[in-house]
């Protein structure tokens, strides 16, 4: 048995139906958290099926060998007082990647997914909620009304689901809903799997930097045109993939497209490359996310207005379409 690895990557168009953020001016806002409330725990250990939970913490998933998960990383209250006292305004909470919650068969996925928009909905301050919705058959009036909820920020998306242009055809009407919502788009890799696991797209055994790249391309390639007003995020800087589009275009490639609506969140990498990609694409599509608890915040200590902009202004105009 062992325990949970950490994730190994570790002008903007007005939204009417934009989420209430508690402090737009002071707070620092962190895009990227995993955080499982009580009710869904115990939904997970009711399970007859992976993945679930036995032994209290020993989660099972298919794909994975079992791994112990620390209980205090998901106690709702001692995580409340922490996140308060590191001055956050807002931090958003999503199903982690590893459950591959979105792809179990129809009703399964929908069920559960509904007990954690219930759970997760109903935390409090400081957290806010990235939706999810099952993706071998859409639930579109569930993720519609889910997506008219007040602390639901937007929907959170496998990076294995914009594997090809294909897939982004096929997501048009979920990617559409959110669009006419006013409301972001997460991009999160999945775990690696040892083998390809039924109903699971295959991609999902390449790595999380190449699930990443392959996404960001595919967006780069058709997803503005398709859907202009909505903005995307991907986990962990799309992998790097705006840096290797702009080494290649120094050998004669494409350089990487400006677009306004595409926002990169920096958890699992140093100041280095931080840096390296507001040189690239500019410092207003960076945006802070920690991955907790699987990885800490830290500041990448790129200065005061640096920080500012990567922890407070671009995450509010990513989730509300307006200036932060």
Do not use: C
């Amino acid at each position: 048995m062992r325990e949970s690895p950490p994730s190994e990557l570790s002008a903007p168009v007005a939204n009417p139906v934009a989420p209430r953020l508690l402090n737009p001016v002071a707070s620092r806002v962190d895009l990227h958290q995993h955080l499982m409330p009580p009710t869904f725990v115990e939904a997970l250990r009711a399970r007859q099926t992976l993945p679930r939970l036995v032994d209290d913490w020993t989660l099972l998933t298919e794909g994975e060998s079992p791994y112990s998960i620390n209980p205090s990383s998901h106690d709702v209250e001692n995580r409340r007082i922490r996140e308060l006292a590191e001055g956050k305004g807002d931090v958003l909470v999503s199903l982690p990647g590893n459950l591959r919650i979105e792809e179990l068969p129809h009703d399964d996925a929908r069920d559960l997914i509904a007990i954690w928009h219930r759970s997760a909905i109903a935390l409090g301050d400081p957290f806010r909620v990235w939706a999810a919705t099952p993706l071998l058959e859409f639930d579109l009036a569930g993720l519609e009304a889910v997506l008219a909820e007040p602390r639901v920020v937007g929907l959170q998306i496998p990076a294995t689901s914009l594997g090809s242009s294909s897939d982004l055809a096929r997501l048009e009407p979920v990617l559409r809903l959110v669009e006419a919502a006013g409301k972001p788009v997460l991009v999160h890799p999945r775990h690696v799997v040892a083998a390809p696991v039924q109903g699971v797209p295959a991609a999902s055994t390449a790595p999380r930097a190449e699930q990443l790249k392959t996404a960001w391309q595919v967006w780069s390639d058709g997803g503005h045109e398709q859907h202009p007003a909505l903005r995307i995020g991907f986990i962990a800087l799309a992998g790097l993939a705006p840096l290797a589009q702009a080494a290649a275009a120094t050998r004669g490639g494409r350089p990487p497209k400006a677009d306004p609506n595409v926002f990169y969140e920096t958890s699992a990498y140093d100041e280095r490359a931080i840096d390296a990609m507001a040189r690239i694409v500019g410092v207003t599509p960076l945006v802070h996310g920690s991955d907790r608890p699987f990885r800490q915040p830290r500041d990448p200590e790129l200065g005061r207005r640096f920080n500012h902009a990567v922890f407070s202004r671009n995450p509010r105009t990513f989730l509300t379409g307006q200036p932060g």
